[in-house]
């Protein structure tokens, strides 16, 4: 079934929702009765204000000790401070989508909210509607759940409504994507997961690239890569835990790139300075790019066979080659190809129809496929003898409707990527933002 565009970016936006929210333990919010004078006094305040609203010693250490657990860092004070600024950040981020959302009139009903829940229960392998016994087994305040969830679905709406209204895909930018895919088939692919960082107005390249060696150094100590995307990442990719998909060298800045083709498997990379920021990347797979799936090919080929012996040695079989060679050289038509065989009384010989060219073993489909139709191939030493191919007929092989849309699902995706932070960005530079130490 093909997929409609508001399909795709549906899923899309849908993927950028948190995919898991709320484990936070009793035990990791409750220091010791000994202690609960102090820490009772360390959750009232205001950390941050966003606009007319306020960030609560409260929420941020409740997001901190979500961050600990799901991140399965150390609980202790000086981690604490070093992640302090990233988790305010992304405190301020979450207030400042939810205002957006409400200045422009977007609401979420009911069954949106729903539909986002079973989402991030789909995605965490939790029975659908389970997520309100979950939360409150583990001692969270679902209303506090409930509230994030209702940012991302609006945050979401805000940022489709504008997709729709400002991105077009054209035929060319369709096409100019085919032929660079097609262009690196075989060449090295990558999947890897990221954790980025932006530069910004307000803060010097050298405090984000510090932040960035931070969270760096915790993944390397055995933190939870995914996590850490989740929590701190900037990237449309956090929502997944980083996951960027397959990508190649031509996608990323060079240096990005370089990077990347030196890690192994698993690897961690230190901070990278890109054109927008700091990325810190992990290699999880690599491979060699299959290309474009086309339409299937279908064939009808001309053989004539030369068998060789069990006991051919190469000098016997170079010279079969060379005379199939000069046998089949001056053919000109698949009509001249099928008397030569007949004269030649060459069994295997003859016609063949080829429904689809990927039933061929690889070596033939890399010769049959582009070879003129009418010109005889190169000699093709095979199991039991030496063949001759020629190319009757071709059709099939063009990119199908399918493929394109796919296509064009995957240059939207990148679009609202980019949109998204540019929205973000700008709703960020207007906002009144105080943080309180």
Avoid at 131 to 150: A, C, D, P, V
Avoid at 271 to 289: A, F, N, Q, T
Avoid at 345 to 355: I, M
Wanted: hydrophobic residues 40%; aromatic residues 6%; glycine residues 6%.
């Amino acid at each position: 079934m093909i997929k409609s565009e508001s399909v795709i970016l549906n899923q899309f936006l849908f993927s950028k929702i948190i995919l898991f929210i709320g484990i936070i333990t009793i035990g990791l919010l409750v220091i010791s009765e000994a202690k609960s004078q102090g820490s009772l006094k360390s959750r009232q305040g205001i950390v941050a204000i966003v606009n007319s609203e306020i960030i609560s010693r409260f929420d941020l250490i409740s997001r901190i000790n979500f961050i600990l657990f799901l991140s399965k860092l150390s609980n202790n004070e000086k981690l604490i401070k070093r992640i302090r600024p990233q988790v305010i950040a992304g405190l301020i981020n979450d207030k400042l989508k939810l205002q957006a959302a409400r200045e422009l009139k977007v609401t979420v009903s009911e069954s949106e909210l729903t539909a986002a829940i079973n989402e991030v229960e789909k995605n965490n392998r939790m029975p659908k509607g389970q997520m309100i016994k979950f939360l409150q087994k583990n001692g969270i305040n679902y209303q506090t759940f409930k509230l994030q969830m209702e940012a991302q679905v609006a945050w979401r709406k805000v940022v489709l409504n504008k997709v729709r209204s400002t991105v077009k895909i054209s035929r060319d930018s369709i096409n100019e994507t085919i032929d660079e895919i097609r262009s690196n088939k075989g060449k090295p692919e990558f999947l890897i997961s990221e954790i980025f960082l932006p530069f910004s107005n307000k803060e010097p390249n050298k405090l984000v690239y510090q932040n960035a060696m931070k969270l760096f150094l915790e993944a390397k100590k055995g933190g939870n890569f995914a996590a850490l995307a989740r929590s701190f990442s900037q990237s449309a990719s956090a929502a997944n835990g980083g996951n960027t998909g397959w990508i190649r060298a031509g996608q990323v800045d060079k240096n990005i790139a370089e990077i990347i083709a030196k890690l192994k498997p698993n690897g961690v990379s230190n901070p990278v300075k890109g054109e927008d920021g700091y990325y810190i990347i992990k290699l999880r797979k690599k491979r060699r790019s299959e290309g474009l799936t086309d339409s299937k090919v279908n064939l009808t080929i001309e053989q004539i066979f030369f068998p060789t012996h069990s006991a051919s040695n190469n000098l016997t079989i170079e010279k079969i080659k060379k005379k199939a060679e000069q046998i089949t050289s001056s053919l000109k038509t698949c009509s001249s190809m099928s008397e030569k065989g007949q004269e030649l009384d060459a069994k295997n010989s003859g016609r063949l129809k080829v429904d689809d060219i990927s039933k061929l073993p690889r070596s033939i489909q890399n010769i049959v496929v582009d070879i003129p139709l009418n010109k005889a191939s190169d000699p093709i030493v095979v199991s039991s003898g030496v063949i001759v191919l020629m190319v009757c007929s071709r059709s099939g092989g063009q990119i199908t409707t399918q493929t394109r849309n796919k296509i064009r699902g995957m240059l939207l995706m990148k679009r609202a990527e980019l949109l998204e932070r540019n929205m973000l960005r700008n709703i960020k530079r207007a906002a009144f933002l105080e943080i309180r130490r």
